[in-house]
Every structure is written in C-alpha cells, then in structure tokens.
C-alpha cells in the first residue's frame, strides 16, 4: 500500500506527497497534461522541442541544470504522445533548489532565440540517430500513420517530419508555453523524508504566486472504427526481413485495458508465451517475436512484431501467426499460463515499487487519470482476471478488420 | 515578496552512509555477499564466472553464455523457461570483457526454486544441436544488424585499437564464427569456464541463513580453486581510424585511451577531470559540442574498468558533415584543460554534484550493492568511497591541470569514426 497525500493550491496546482523515511534523497516531479497528441498536424514533435527548451534558461534563472547541480542533484525529462514529464532527484536538504527551479520555469521561460536555434538542431540530430540512423529505427513513423488517419497518433512524440522542427519560431514557443504550461495543467509529487506542513509550506512559497489559468480544453479528433485489413510494405536496407501487427484496442480508462495487457503478455512476454513457443521455437518461424501493448491514453494498440528467419516468406509466417491467435480465441488459457503471467506481473510490481523516482512518477500518472489512489488498486484488478476475461479480449481485439500490419522488406532479400 | 533571482542556500553533504553486504565464504578465492536489508519482496541473484569475452575468442564465451537455458538431458529449453516464468522469476545474462554474469530477479519466496532450477541448467547442460544450431541463426542475424549501426561499427573498431596490445582482449565476433563454431568447443569452454569458473556470488534480498548456506553449498563445486587473475598491462594503438559507411547520416565517433582503474594513485583525481570534462550535463563537452553547436544530440566522458587496469572514452554521435570539426573540439577541450586552470566555481559545481550522486548511489539495498560490487571487483572495500569524499573536497585546479597534461594528450589517443 502505496500512501500520499494530496491537496491544491489556489491558482490549481495539483500537489502529492510520498513520504519515505529511508532515503537521502528527494524527488520533484512535474507531470504537465501535454504531449504530441495535442499537436496541429502540421507543426508536429512540438510537445517534444518544447520539452527541450524547458532547460535553456527561465524568466530569472539563465540555466537549469548549473544551479541543480551545484545544489548535488541531476534532472530529466521525457515526452510520450500523451505527456510531458519532468524529474529532479537531489539530496533533500537542497529541496528549495529543485523547487525554485521548477516553479520558475512554470511561471515563465527566458525565450532566447539561441536556445531555439541550438535546441532545434539538437532535436534534428536526434531524429537522426533515434529513427533514421538505425537498422528499422523509423518503423513506428510509418506504423502510426499506417493505424491512425484521424488521431494525432498518427505522429511520434519525434515528429512527423524534421521540417517541422526546422520551422518551429519563436511565435509558436510562446503559444505553446502560454496555453498548456499553466499550474492548472500540471501535476507536482514531491517524494522523500519530509512532513507534509513543510511540504505544504515550500510549496505554498514557490509556487503560490503563479498565476491561475483555466486548464485548456482538449478536442481530439476520435479515430473512426477500422473496418478493413490494413497493410503496408516498406523496403529499407536492413539485413532480415520484420513484420509488426497492430490491432486496435480500448483506452486507458476502460475496464478491458488491463485484459488486454495481460493478453498481451500470454501472446509474447518472454519465453514461455505462445507466440514464441509455437512460431519460434516449435516452427521456427521467426528468430525473435514479442507482444506488447502501447499503453497510451486514448485508444491505443496490441503490437506483435519480430523478424523472420532467413528462408521463411511473410506469407508462411501469417499464415502460422493467425492460426495461433484463432486459438486463444478459441479456447481458455489454461490455468497456469495464467497464473504464470500473473506472478510475473506481481514481481515486475514490486520492483517497480522500489524506486521512490518510479512511484512519483506512477503517482502523477494516476492523478492524470482521475486518483492517484488508483496506483494502489492495479494489482488486484490484474489478479482479478480470468482466462473467461482473455479469451473474450481476445476474440474482440484479434480480428484481421481490426489490424493493420507493416512489413518492413530487406532490399537485398529476395522473396 | 519572494525574490526570484536568489538561489535558495545549499546545504553540503556531511557524510554518507555506505552499508557493506555480509561475506561469506564459499572457498578460498570465491565469495557470497549478501544484502539483507530489502524493505520489500523482491529478491536478486547474481552468479559471477570467470567467463569473459578474454577467456576466449570467435565469439565463443558470448555463445556460451547465451546458451545457458538452452537445455540438459532432463529437460528442454522451454521446460526450464517454463519453471522460472512460471515463479515470475526474470533472468538475464551477459558477458563483458572480463566476466560473464547471470542475473535473477523475483520475489524471495520463489528464490530457492528459481536457484535450484538454474543451478541445474548450468550443471547439466547439453548442447543440443538443434538449440545451438537455432541460437547460432538468431545471433548471427542480430549481428547482421548491429553491422548496420554506426555506433557499433565504431565501438567495435576501438576495441580492436584501444586493445591491439593482447589479443585476447582484441578479439571480436565475425561473421564466419556464427558458422565454423563447433559443439566441442562450446562443450569445453563451459567446463573450463562455468562448471569450473564460479567467481562471486550476490544476493540481495531480506532471507535467513539456512538460504545462504544452501547457496553457498550448492556453489561450492564450481567456484574457481584458483585466485581470478587479470591482465594488468594494457596499450592501445594511438592514431586515427575513419570507416565510411554509405547511406549513413551520422558519424559515431570515439576517442579513448588505456588508463587505470580504482587502484591507482590518480584514479580518483581523474575521475573528477573527467567529470568536468564530459560526465554530467553541464561538462564541458556537452555545454560546448550539444548545447552551444547542437551538433549532436550527447556527447559523454567514461572511465571503464577492469580488474587490474582500465580505459578513458569519449563517445559521441554527430551530424556526419562536422565530423572533423567535432574531433576538433574535443582535442581543443583536452588543450583548455592543459593550458587553463578550471574556474573555481565550475570546480565547487562539479565537487557538489559527484557527491551528490555519490549519495544517489548509496541509497537503497540495490544501489548499494551495486557501488559496493565497483569497488570489490577492483579488491577494494568501501573505505574507497570514504577516499572519494575526501579527494573530491581536497581537489585544486592545479592538479586538474596538472592530470589533463599527464593524461589527456591526443597523440596517445585512439580515435575512432564511422559512418
């Protein structure tokens, strides 16, 4: 039982508290409710761009990084399609540091049109070496536009383009800035060895004075349900030939979401799962194959993927994988396989739990849904489902109308 | 009115509590430590060989190591799979230059299952042909990709460099291994190197004596009858190395050279030196070839290290037309370290921050472990940490200098491009 305290200031600001009495150390994390999802889809990786500007100086402090680590602290950020998150770990005594810092920048950044420009190159060479410089490094460019048509999923955090981020100006940072970096738009966790008055009071002090906006409203376009089979072929010059399947499912909110995920798990969480057993390792099909779920906020998707192995067609290899899934819809698990996936649920819990910088994060996360609370009643909606529960996940989720799949052809593989 | 402008005042750190995990002897050159103090359930296991990517060549230590849960005559691959699954249990495993190490995570009830299971699969390991023959195919078309990636070109090309001196350290896998590879010769690595190669064991997980003495016991008829010796004697071959690769639109770059590790007089000075120079955000290398040219997306500093000696590294990826410029830049940071005393400001920034993460890396039973393994492995206790604190309080910009004049000379550099 994870515990926390909760409460708000008056311009909106959403504060937990995680008390932990053994560490040395003290989190501050910023969850702001922004990410690629609420980007116009034609100055796309702005969420992410922005993410990097946050550290080139605030309305009164030219840099973010020196000060925090001068106070013995480091500091990082990530933008996923539905967030942008925010984490300084430093030594508790110096907890003012990470807090002027963060309540600084959320009052307003410094804006120089040198940050802008470093950062923007910055971002292009990491474009550059996460998606286009590596062996099947842009298969989720093509993937997500392949699944969405109407959602701004259809785009990574990265972008769609590095034209977009080559024209970003210093007009759209603002705007950026103005609407979504707001307090009421925000969620802080301050985790560590503190009393909650003092907690309340350092917070009160930093944060109290920024001033109140109304949270933006979001209107996103729903993607229309997939009636029919979708697929793409893209020829790269990589060595082996890949497949990824993505089929269509709930969103975080609903009460299917953790069937799904533990779906998910029994198709090709490690090597017991069926997917690998039977295509791998009993048909050699494939040389590696993994299920995983994208776990976004709105509607995201069950993605099998792997690569085949040197003599085996795409052909052969669909033919074996539907056959495999008309299984699962067709019988239950059986009860160990369930309770296989279960206990390794509940391992990969608790350490997950371990790390005070997780369960801030994980803390945030859950007050984005609606309760923080919620972080202590994951484990028992996942040991509560049934293989009844999987197999009907199944049959709705694993349907070739519901599936889009991106081959990924080696140019000198000849099939 | 809360003035923005005025930093909050810091409060430095005092001291540091380092918690050493309990010794217990398996024989005479082999030991277990164990952290009890785990607030939770979790539990993991670490089984240390003397089984490196140096005890062997053609990619064999790495096969074997792969192998491991491939199957005994008693069971299959998947059976084993199923057994550790099962219990919720993950493994790993892997082999660095100088150690193979497996790795168990899971809950301490499952623990003892788990060990016994993987114990098994070591001992009785069979080699059958169709696992060896289905691994050999899987590896060898992994490597097919790596070759594809610029970072791993360049790594692998300073490592042949920066290790020209013992071949055995230089040795890499090639693409005709994945297929000359014989079953005898995987058969009589793991004898040599597992069965009779256990070198550490570590648990870190809140159990009771009669766990221990069972491991210990079960360990016992494979851990090394023989000290772990370790090469100590190192030199890399200095110049420049530029592979082009066609369609690449970055070049990986590293720069590097043979050092020292935790027992030498300098280690920790340097470790400050290289700090500054590229092992926080702020360093030098980032604040000038990121954040002020936006050439790269990072660009870092490490000292890493083995048993007996170690090796400095610069590793950057950068856009492919400033290749030569960001070589550049590097060898001009190495020369303002040589010819500048460092800001005492930038010297308190640095000085504040290692302690800081020293701190980090304290905290927790996993974290310590961790930090504590760095220094045993290298046959230091954690006195060593108490040293650092105090290196790090008595460092002058002198002696900065003066180790950057000692160390940091290009033409003693590896450098290594591709792309």
């Not at chain 1, 602290?73 to 003012?96: C, H, K, R, W």
């Not at chain 2, 370290?337 to 993460?357: A, D, T």
């Not at chain 2, 927790?364 to 060593?384: I, R």
Request: net charge negative; proline share 3%.
């Amino acid at each position: 039982m994870l515990k926390f305290d909760r409460f708000e200031l008056e311009n909106g600001l959403t504060v937990l508290f995680h008390k932990d009495t053994t560490t040395p150390m003290v989190v501050v994390n910023t969850l702001y409710d922004v990410g690629a999802r609420d980007e116009s889809n034609d100055k796309t990786g702005f969420a992410h761009l922005f993410e990097h500007l946050m550290f080139g100086g605030s309305i009164n402090i030219p840099d973010f990084d020196t000060p925090l680590q001068r106070a013995g602290g480091e500091n990082n950020a990530f933008t996923s399609n539905d967030i942008t998150n925010y984490y300084d770990v430093l030594p508790i005594q110096n907890i003012e540091t990470a807090l002027w810092l963060e309540s600084d920048r959320m009052l307003s950044l410094a804006f120089t049109d040198k940050s802008l420009e470093v950062q923007r190159s910055v971002v292009i060479e990491e474009f550059k070496q996460r998606y286009l410089n590596q062996p099947y490094g842009d298969v989720w460019l093509e993937l997500r536009d392949l699944i969405y048509k109407e959602h701004p999923y259809r785009w990574a955090t990265i972008g769609k383009e590095i034209s977009h981020i080559e024209n970003a100006t210093m007009e759209d940072v603002k705007a950026f800035f103005a609407k979504y970096y707001i307090p009421s738009n925000a969620i802080l966790c301050i985790a560590g060895n503190m009393d909650l008055a003092d907690v309340k009071q350092l917070v009160e002090k930093w944060y109290g004075d920024i001033p109140s906006e109304a949270k933006p409203e979001r209107n996103i376009p729903k993607e229309p349900k997939q009636t029919e089979f979708r697929e793409k072929t893209i020829v790269r010059n990589v060595p082996t030939n890949a497949f990824y399947y993505a089929f269509n499912m709930v969103n975080r909110q609903h009460p299917d979401y953790f069937t799904i995920d533990t779906l998910s798990d029994a198709l090709g969480r490690d090597k017991s799962s069926r997917l690998y057993v039977s295509l791998k390792k009993e048909q050699n099909l494939a040389s590696n194959i993994n299920a995983y779920i994208t776990g976004s906020l709105d509607e995201g998707v069950l993605v099998i993927s792997g690569k085949l192995n040197d003599n085996i067609t795409f052909q052969e290899f669909d033919a074996a994988l539907w056959k495999e899934l008309k299984k699962i819809q067709d019988a239950p698990l059986s009860s160990k396989e369930l309770s296989r996936i279960k206990n390794k649920i509940r391992t990969s819990k608790e350490f997950q739990d371990q790390g005070i910088l997780n369960r801030a994060m994980h803390l945030c996360s859950y007050e984005l849904l609606g309760d923080a609370g919620l972080i202590n009643k994951e484990s028992e909606l996942y040991q509560k489902i049934t293989n009844l529960d999987i197999q009907r996940a199944a049959q709705t989720t694993l349907q070739r109308t519901n599936c889009s799949l991106l081959k990924v052809k080696a140019a000198n593989n000849a099939e | 009115m809360l003035n923005r402008s005025i930093s909050p005042s810091l409060k430095a750190i005092e001291n540091i509590d380092f918690v050493a995990p309990e010794k217990h002897v398996i024989n005479s050159y082999v030991d277990l430590y164990h952290m009890k103090n785990v607030p939770n359930e979790t539990a993991r296991l670490d089984l240390y060989f003397d089984a490196g990517k140096c005890r062997g060549s053609h990619g064999i230590p790495a096969f074997v190591n792969g192998l491991l849960l491939s199957g005994t005559d008693e069971k299959s691959s998947m059976e084993i799979q199923e057994i550790i699954n099962g219990l919720g249990g993950f493994f790993e495993s892997g082999t660095s230059v100088e150690n193979s190490v497996i790795t168990v995570y899971c809950l301490r009830e499952n623990l003892h299952q788990i060990f016994e299971t993987l114990m098994d699969a070591i001992e009785n390991l069979a080699f059958h042909d169709h696992e060896v023959k289905e691994f050999l195919s899987d590896r060898k078309q992994r490597h097919n990709i790596n070759m594809e990636k610029v970072s791993f070109l360049a790594q692998r090309e300073f490592q042949l460099k920066l290790f020209a001196s013992d071949h055995d350290y230089a040795s890499v896998t090639e693409l005709e291994d994945f297929d000359t590879v014989k079953r005898e010769e995987l058969i009589e690595f793991h004898r040599k190197h597992y069965l009779n190669g256990l070198s550490k064991v570590v648990l870190v997980a809140d159990v009771e004596k009669d766990v221990i003495s069972n491991i210990i016991s079960r360990c016992l008829p494979l851990a090394l009858r023989s000290p772990l010796m370790h090469i100590t004697d190192l030199k890399n071959t200095s110049g420049h190395f530029i592979n082009e690769k066609s369609g690449a639109i970055q070049t990986a770059i590293r720069v590097g050279r043979i050092l020292f590790n935790k027992k030498h007089e300098d280690y920790l000075d340097f470790l400050i030196l290289q700090t500054i120079l590229g092992d926080y955000f702020g360093s030098r290398l980032m604040s000038n070839i990121r954040e002020d040219k936006g050439y790269t997306y990072g660009i870092g500093t490490a000292l890493s290290e083995f048993k007996e000696t170690g090796y400095f590294l610069v590793a950057t990826e950068v856009r492919k037309d400033v290749r030569d410029a960001t070589l550049k830049e590097i060898k001009k940071e190495f020369e303002l370290l040589q010819n500048e005393l460092c800001p005492s400001e930038e010297i308190e920034l640095v000085k504040n921050y290692m302690l800081g993460q020293l701190l980090k890396s304290a905290d927790g039973p996993y974290a310590m472990t961790d930090l504590f393994l760095s220094a045993q492995l290298q046959d230091k206790g954690l006195d060593f940490y108490n040293d650092a604190i105090t290196s790090i309080h008595a460092i002058t910009p002198e002696r900065i200098r003066d180790l950057a004049r000692q160390y940091l000379n290009w033409e003693e550099m590896t450098i290594v491009a591709a792309g």
